[in-house]
């Protein structure tokens, strides 16, 4: 019997979740997102990110919320700067060129983009004499957490905010995984400081404890108008919006969301401190769900009778990079039992 | 206290998809698609429908469906003929444009287009001495039933196939409510019968009884390759792909899908009736869930005290075009208590 | 032996052009239009319709410049108005569509879109309940002449423009075939007129005694940021940029331009006055240089033996609607047989 | 007086192009490339390159060409590899991803890909287990030169056409400088190589020796389709097509596109030769047209009182990387004068 720790999107959704659904399924309601528990969730949502005159859009999922924003955001000739593991840049089929627009790609050794390398580019870019020819520098993406596992601290994303600011960019935070940010122990970002330090970002719902679900949160003006016509265009509006209201109104109330996000993020760090404790290397250092762990094809071989792990990558010394995340919906007995496997590896 | 009869997505989903969703809800399984719960619903679909040989994605919703399938299906320079009232000309804020391609919007009283319609306008293409400079015609667009509640019979469907085989012309039909036609008592084209007259069709399942999921159905090898990833690009595939393996299981099921279906066309025709008896008029004949009746604005008031109902257009004379719709939600006391007050009026 | 009455684009370009070409060919430039030359015609531009701070770009083409100059003043659910017989939506092969944008072609006898048309287009669209789900109209695109060869008044375009702004539409003029109005008889639209009734217009060259080039003249502030990296992406920005800036300082020069289209107007209207005459019948009035009259088979056969003219469409009745054009370089001698011809039919 | 060896379109085109543009200016003929300039144009490349089977469309310019060719080549996730130095990744303002596709730029030093290189690249794709969620590769670009003056040996090409087959990717061979290939001393493939060792090519002319224009051979059968529409829908075919018949029948004739640009080679090579006497560093080898050298700011800045030359990047050293290029109208005196001065230096 294999349990999955491969993914954070193996199991549905929270039972809290589930439970609202159930117990709102034959209410009839507007469609496309007027409905009361829309309205109510995006209230919700800029309480708790202290935003009021935020714009709140719920979508489906991860790359098509990157693709609809970005689409949205820029005109033709604009691109995007995002770090080379970053999701726009490897995992979505090619969906920002498809809607228009460069990626270009920055080196990161952890993930993260630096206030000093969006200046630095864009300086690049803005003293260059053939600055006509080239695709323009408009957006910066990052991802909190990154899609390998590190996280922005409170003063990076104000640094890289001001540098954005300073060059004339927008910043673009997907938080596809923001939960297991906000219930990090070594976090020192609240949700009100992201909503601070960056003009649009989304909360994650797909691998935070939703079915599914994205909701996008516009601070800047700018980039506010016909958001729902593009959204739609773009095939991302969903008949049901409620669907998505009652979701995220279940699971903002209470801190539900960083609560069982942050349990998740807990469940990792165990696995960690054991890997750690056993002499194992990390490709680099995750405070959050993902662990992205360097181990001997035999090692591998031999957790996976037991657990499905995802193989990234195979090393230049013949060692695997391989990823275990855990989730909200992790067991406790189930880290447990990897972690003894992990001590007797 | 107001009942919805203005669209067929205003409550979630029929019970016993919701049932296998909570049941399943807990159990892990791979993403995107590659779970059991795909892998049987495909087979059922095959089965269903007598396509063994058919590729079946399930993406969400349908103008998401639509733009990917043409987008997959098309060249540059290519354009798909729809019908004047079809959701790709009207509802869908340019998301075929947004792909790149023009909709050759063709008139239609009833929202159908005739194989001699398409023969003519292809062969207008095709001998016009300045063709390299339009857009290339290479798909037929239809919906199964119209957007204004009109459907195909087996005939017609024969017809217009054979007529896109001979102008080199894809067929793609948007059964974004199908089960309303298979469930229809005038229908006479059997699921069987669809899925051996077009290239490609897909099944709706958010108006028909699923909280949300379109299953698209190619019958055509030149249209298989790589549809995932173009899916993916489009932002169209679900992470948590086996929510919609589970719910097409279930509503494909021992004919659920016709049968809900079927009964929620049953309802807008005994509404349908009685407003014929009433000497109303409609807009076009609708043997299915959605009825177009012409009402005087006070005719419309009245009911609107305790339905909703959708107004669509203000016509020339004075009177509005208003949409009755039904769906496998509908409730049998809701519709007496309709057709007793259009009895009244 | 043969002439060519059936396009305007038949021959190179008038002498005075063609000197200063060869005048200048071995004279060494900076590239991509930042050349004294394309400076030079583009002060001689912003003088000659008396429009000071407008932005002056230079691009070859026609299809090539609609599409770019849309493409740049669109966001992505955007759309465009035009004539069902203008040029964007018949002969670009959905060009703009491939930049991402619907044609919204709007029925015209006389190839002319009317400030009341708009106005109801526009109220139609803004009036509509499900406004957010259609493409969003954003620009009238017209043409001066139009297609089939009819023109504004200065009255029809000022009342167009007025109809624009009060619905928050830019107004796009294509002047491909512009010198044919400025020079025509009945025109009473100077240039200053034009520009002062637009936000951008072109002064098409390749039909008007350019070897090839159009000019694009951006009025409105909103549209100039970045044109010019826009265009290069369109792939619109000639390296030799001085070739047009050559080109169009010789044809603006002591107004050669109406000069020499104003002979090609009068060539076409001697012709038609022939046609007229012998109790030709016209599809549409056209006061400019291309004239479309209604000719039995063996009429057109008969003129066909000494002239290429163009067989445009079979109407229902059996004749055919064919073009003359004329041109900046139209040979009196042969207007004058071709007159004789039409005098023996 | 200031001399420029800035870059290679600087003057307008080669006497014997212009003289035949003079002569031919008052003729009549057909738009759109399908004048008898065109076929005989068409036919003599067709000999040039032995490759009678081939499609040969006349396009204005580079990124034009190349946004066209890749636009017509690809599906929609599909994607393409280009060296990091190479047009389509640079300077081109975001063309290719404005069509749609992602550009996947390889590190080169010296501007060229190499067979290994292609085959590692798409076996890292095609073994990667998320393989469906990555843009697809489907084509290789390369220069021949390449843009930082490099060129493929017959081997080299044979190579990586070998690669592209194995792997299922077509090779796209950008011809902007290819007159300065095929006249360099150190080339050793014919132009018959070339057209047997890639599927789709263009013959440069606007950098070598026409006032504008670029041939676009197709050799693989499966790319040829519909070229033209695609074209047209792209802004990309001219009205007076024939202005490109023109002059490339004139250029193809009697080798002469080989021979001026063989002397271009030539005079780059005798201040190559200078330079590396005086003890000159080169960011690259280069045996055509363009030398990018190394040089203190002093040295720019003494050159640059008489001669134009490109400051292409400041190195960390604080020197510059400069770009000295000819071209078929290079004068041997400048090329002498240039060469006494950097003797001086």
Request: charged share 20%; glycine share 8%.
């Amino acid at each position: 019997m294999t349990y999955r720790f491969n993914s954070d999107y193996t199991e549905g959704c929270h039972p809290a979740v589930l439970e609202k659904l159930v117990q709102t399924n034959m209410e009839q309601t507007d469609g496309y997102g007027l409905d009361p528990y829309c309205y109510e969730a995006r209230k919700l949502i800029r309480e708790a990110f202290a935003c009021p005159n935020a714009d709140v859009h719920f979508l489906v999922g991860g790359t098509q919320t990157n693709l609809t924003v970005i689409c949205a955001a820029l005109r033709p000739h604009q691109a995007v700067y995002g770090a080379v593991p970053s999701h726009i840049n490897t995992h979505e089929a090619g969906a920002i060129e498809h809607v228009g627009h460069r990626v270009l790609p920055l080196p990161s050794e952890d993930g993260k983009l630096t206030a000093g390398q969006i200046r630095h580019e864009w300086k690049m870019y803005d003293t260059d004499p053939s600055r006509e020819h080239w695709a323009q520098p408009k957006m910066v993406y990052i991802s909190q957490p990154t899609e390998i596992g590190s996280m922005y601290s409170k003063k990076e994303l104000q640094d890289l905010y001001q540098a954005c600011k300073d060059c004339g960019l927008y910043l673009f935070v997907d938080g596809a995984r923001l939960g297991y940010v906000l219930g990090a122990p070594d976090n020192d970002m609240t949700a009100a400081d992201l909503a601070a330090n960056c003009d649009v970002f989304y909360i994650g719902g797909t691998k935070c404890g939703l079915l599914f679900g994205e909701a996008v949160v516009i601070l800047n003006d700018a980039l506010k108008p016909d958001f729902r016509t593009i959204a739609k265009q773009c095939g991302s509006i969903m008949a049901k919006g409620r669907l998505l209201g009652v979701q995220f109104g279940a699971i903002m109330k209470d801190h539900l969301y960083s609560k069982i996000c942050g349990k998740g993020t807990l469940q990792a760090l165990k696995i960690r401190d054991a890997l750690l404790a056993k002499g194992f290397k990390f490709v680099t250092e995750s405070p959050t769900n993902q662990q992205f762990v360097i181990m001997t094809p035999a090692q591998f071989e031999k957790l996976s009778e037991e657990f499905a792990l995802s193989h990234i990558a195979y090393l230049e010394d013949g060692n695997y990079s391989v990823r275990i995340c855990t989730s909200w919906a992790t067991k406790d007995e189930e880290v447990d039992r990897l972690i003894a496997m992990i001590n007797e590896l």
